[in-house]
Each structure stands twice: as C-alpha cells, then as structure tokens.
C-alpha cells in the first residue's frame, strides 16, 4: 500500500476520533449490571486492551512509512480508549479491574519477540476473536450500558480488522504464493486455536450471553475466511490517468463480518458510517 493509502486510514481514524469527541462518553452515571460470569470475563478483557503498544509503534516507526506510523498511533489510541471504556463500564458496576490475565500475557510476549509482520499476524488474531467476542456482549447482555459500550468498541475493531490486513496485504506480497497461502491458512489455525481457548476460559460469560461455545468458536472461523482472502488479494493498481501522489480509489468492500454486522469499508467519508 502506497504511502497516500495510508494517509487515507490517518484520515478516517481522526474522523472517528472527532466524532467520539464531540458524542461523548457514555452516560455512565445511570449504573450498570453485570452478571459475575460476565463481570470477570469483561475484567479479563480490559487487561487485554491496556497497553501502551510502545512495541508495534516502534517497529511501524522503522518501517520507513511516516502515514503508516501516524495511522498506527491513531490505531493504539483507540485500543486504550477500549481498555477505559471497559474500565468504566466496571465501575459503574461496582467492580475494578484486574492486572492481567496469563492468556493476553502470553500473545504479548510472543508479538514482541516478532517483526512486524508476524507481529501484526498474531495482533490479528486476538482482533478476530475480539470481533465476536464484542458482538456477543452487545447483542447477549442484558443491561443498557453495556451494550452501548460492546457496541463502540466493536465498530471500531470492524475498521481495525481491514486497516491491518492493508498492510499485511502489501506484506505478504514480498512473499512467493505457496508462502502467502501457507501463512494465511496457519494463521487462520491460529485464530481456531485462540477462540477455542477464549470459548474455553470464558464458556461460562458466554452462555449467560447466549452464545455456545462451539458457536463462538464456528463464528470466529468464518469471519477468519474474510481476513485472509482480503490479506491474499493483489493491491491496488494506480489508475494510468492519475498523476503521481495521487491517492488511488479504494479497493471494493470487503465480505461481511458476519451477517449482522457492518461490512468492513476502506477509510474515505463516502464510506463512513453514520
């Protein structure tokens, strides 16, 4: 992806930022109520989305492409605003936070051991089972203030999932095909794996959210097929007729998320969201 492409993701992701500015915060004031299975599942959660992701920044920063790094700081931005939307939407009801978790521990020691490539690989699975997990809490929960909550941090993780599989795309290019297809079908093992763990650890807030485990983890996969055939899918090509530095158009929508969320969309205002 050409450094203009992202320069389009730097732009949506201070559109949103804009606007969750002037929408403003939940109204937390009002309470919230959550179920204990639910409750140590959210505590589990926020641990993972607080970070300072000093480690990605840095690597997107050696990638010699300032409108990347500027889109990746917008990226880590919003990860930390999940993790204090979570942490308010615990204190709202009566809970605290948790330190961590030996489950997000383990993806954070593995990321920083890797490039970024591989990093943003492993980031991406924990955003696949992010996404259904998000889904789950904003259609399954019962209390109002949650739900708005799951609701904003899963609009969010449906423009992070196409934002990095840009930049996976491009990478993955450098690679020979047997090595792109091999990589994307690991990693979508990958993203069996870590739902089957989550479906696991957190079977107990899923039932209260009416969801199974086997569901959780079946919905996971499918919405993994859309990941890799948007990181497998040949980049962009320049229009002949526009000039250098001009941004090209961006590639057609990608498949749904899953059959009753929003369709991923590339960054530009004709795509955005109300």
């Known amino acids: ?64 492409d300032r409108d990347y790094a500027q889109a990746v700081r917008l990226f880590v931005a919003e990860e930390q605003n999940h993790a204090r939307l979570l942490a308010r939407l615990l204190d709202a009801a009566g809970a605290s936070t948790i330190d961590g978790h030996w489950t997000d521990r383990a993806f954070v020691a593995l990321r920083r051991l890797l490039g970024l490539r591989l990093e943003l690989l492993v980031l991406m699975v924990a955003e696949e089972v992010a996404l259904r997990y998000y889904r789950a809490l904003r259609e399954g929960a019962d209390d109002p203030l949650t739900r708005e909550v799951a609701g904003r941090i899963l609009a969010d993780e449906q423009r992070h999932v196409p934002f990095h599989c840009e930049r996976l795309r491009a990478s993955l290019a450098a690679l020979p095909a047997p090595a792109r297809r091999a990589a994307t079908a690991g990693w979508r093992v990958a993203v069996a794996g870590a739902a089957l763990l989550v479906a696991v650890d957190h079977g107990r807030a899923l039932r209260v959210l009416g969801v199974g485990r086997a569901r959780f983890v079946a919905d996971a996969v499918v919405s993994s097929k859309a990941a890799a055939s948007a990181m497998l899918r040949e980049p962009a090509v320049p229009d002949r007729g526009a000039g250098e530095g001009t941004p090209t158009a961006p590639a057609s929508r990608g498949p749904l998320v899953d059959s009753r969320a929003s369709r991923w969309s590339l960054p530009g205002r004709a795509s955005r969201r109300a």
Do not use: C, N
Request: net charge negative; charged share 35%.
């Open 1 to 64: 992806m050409t450094a203009s492409g992202f320069a389009r993701w730097t732009e949506r992701f201070e559109e949103e930022r804009d606007r969750r500015r002037a929408t403003g915060d939940p109204a937390w004031a009002r309470g919230a109520v959550l179920h204990d299975a639910v409750r140590a599942s959210v505590q589990r959660f926020q641990a993972g989305e607080d970070g300072d992701g000093a480690y990605l920044i840095a690597k997107a920063d050696g990638a010699g």
